[in-house]
């Protein structure tokens, strides 16, 4: 794969996907590895080829939870080509692969000139943040298994793999749930033959089947995404 495979540089204009390669390295990510924790006030910006990376926030004593996904389609890190610090974010590589990686000082210098760059980073941004808020509601107001089941359909997306390896101690970090809770959901997944899970790897058996158990409690979170005064 080359840059060009990443979606996100895909829509760029074409003298615009040249000057970005040329300040582009080509690197291998490992699952596990963070690339940004919170207070850092500058880092690189990765283009995704292969690999998965996950948003996560975490609390005072390491907790976390995943609000975001990003693979092939993204990239992660583009607040610092804003010249804007990693916030209360970590990025997390979920599944290992490749990219293709920049300082964000750097594409900031560039995008500041070439404004269709900076315009198609915006919009990304924006859809991205509406991911953030989807999954945000989906901790609140949907089970275990629901938002199991949106994890993994959500990492067969980004990743195109037909097997993923996610191990339930990762799982529960990303769900910020107990691994026991983790186990339990998908065990019943497995049961009702929407997934097959051995030793840290999940093969998806039915994508239909694990859609419709998410979208049974979407109603509840898109509620509370549409009306943030139904209490009042």
């Known amino acids: 794969m080359n840059l060009l495979h990443n979606g996100l540089v895909a829509q760029l204009p074409p003298t615009d996907q040249g000057l970005l390669l040329r300040r582009c390295e080509h690197v ?115 089970d275990i298994q629901a938002r199991l089941a949106r994890w993994i359909l959500l990492s067969q997306a980004r990743t195109h793999q037909a097997e993923l390896h996610l191990t339930h101690a990762h799982l529960a970090d990303m769900l910020g749930v107990r691994r026991a809770g983790v186990t339990l959901a998908a065990k019943n997944l497995k049961d009702m033959g929407l997934v097959d899970y051995r030793r840290g790897h999940i093969e998806i058996l039915d994508f239909v089947g694990l859609s419709k158990l998410t979208q049974a409690q979407q109603g509840a979170s898109s509620a509370l995404l549409g009306d943030g005064h139904g209490d009042e």
């Open 28 to 142: 291998e990510l490992k699952a596990g590895d963070i690339l940004s924790a919170p207070g850092a006030t500058h880092g690189h910006v990765y283009f995704l080829l292969s690999a998965s990376v996950a948003l996560v926030v975490r609390n005072g004593v390491g907790s976390g939870l995943a609000v975001g996904l990003t693979g092939q389609e993204g990239a992660v890190g583009l607040q610092f080509a804003l010249g804007l610090g990693a916030g209360h974010f970590t990025l997390l590589v979920q599944s290992s692969g490749t990219a293709f990686r920049t300082e964000g000082a750097v594409l900031q210098r560039l995008s500041n000139r070439r404004l269709a760059m900076l315009r198609v980073f915006a919009a990304y941004f924006w859809e991205f943040s509406q991911e953030v808020a989807e999954l945000a509601a989906a901790a609140q107001v949907q």
